[in-house]
């Protein structure tokens, strides 16, 4: 199984899921349940997914103001290069509620990117590939939201700095995007 169809395959359970949560107190008022803790969150960007860059996160809660995570991403672009992805992060919450409301953070991963497009010194069009790794920073916000706090809705924007082998066209500095993040909470 490909990485895109696994992380296609990874949303959709997240989604039947969120569907199968049971409702408590159907056809009462709804009222939010501020005690619930949860401490994992498993996201992905669905908006993302639909221009082919995958990419999922899971985040669990080490403390009440603190996080650690693993994330994950593949983006295959028209010119025939594909950016992959892994990268462990952590992340502060000074509001002392994680993981949910602002958070700030570092992250460390590695990347391998490959590109087929022929290169006048190759004459063949073959795969040149590199693998980097680099280091960064994350800043956003995660709502828990729902009754029971299990929907998750996280935004941010980062920046991971590079460093490894050279490839054309790479830029040093890679942006992270959490565009509108969307998973479950448990």
Known sequence: MSVPRFLVVA??????VLCA?????????????????????????PILDLFTWYNAEYEF???????????????????????????????YYPEG???????FGGRFG????SDTTPYPTADDGSKETATFYGF??????????????RFALSLG???????????EDVPATLPTI?????GIAF
């Open 157 to 167: 924007i980062g920046a991971v700095r590079v460093f490894g082998e050279d490839l």
């Open 136 to 149: 960064g920073i994350d800043i956003g916000y995660t709502w828990l939201l729902g009754t029971t706090r």
């Open 110 to 113: 590695f990347y391998d990117v």
């Open 61 to 91: 809660a080490l403390a009440r103001s603190s996080t650690i995570g693993l994330a994950v991403s593949f983006i295959s672009t028209d010119d025939d290069e594909d950016y992959k992805s892994i990268s462990g992060f952590y992340r």
């Open 11 to 16: 949303c959709a359970a997240c989604g039947f």
């Open 21 to 45: 949560i049971p409702v408590e107190g159907a056809g009462a008022e709804a009222s939010v349940d501020s005690s619930a803790v949860h401490r994992h969150i498993i996201s992905s960007n």
């Open 178 to 182: 959490r565009l509108v993040n969307i």
């Open 97 to 103: 509620a994680a993981p949910a409301g602002f958070f």
